[in-house]
């Protein structure tokens, strides 16, 4: 223990400093054993289930689809004149499906499962675009 007059370290079950006569007093405090919070409580980021004894899920990451529309919709916007919005949302849609893996592998559960939840609304977005476009270029 150190002398909080002096800083002179002495023997733990010492009385008065060895250095400068100090009296030395020990501050006992209580051991308190927390539980971790539930997955739940920590910023909806959940365990890793291999932690848990569960396998990893599968998640769809709808990168090859974005993609397809994407150059879908690149194609009609260079050789008809449709529109080009197709190919801002099928970037989108690639960017977010790009982010699906990466974050499992991060054992971001929760940001995986979003990025994959909006990877798909982008490539229905995509490919209404493509739809309405082709429809009123046609009719």
Known sequence: MYCPNCNAYNDDNATRCTNCGNLLQKIETPRVDVPPPPPEARGGVFAPPAASGGAI?????????AVVLTVVSFMLAFFTGIT????????????NAAQVN??????????????????????????????????SHYY
Do not use: F, H, M
């Open 57 to 65: 899920p599968d998640l769809p990451n709808y990168l090859v689809q």
């Open 84 to 95: 080009g919005v197709g190919v801002i949302t099928g970037l989108v849609a690639i960017v």
């Open 102 to 135: 990466s974050k499992v592998a991060e054992n971001n559960y929760a940001g995986a499962r979003n990025s994959s939840r909006l990877a798909k609304i982008w490539c229905w977005v995509t490919l209404a675009i493509l739809i309405i476009g082709a429809l």
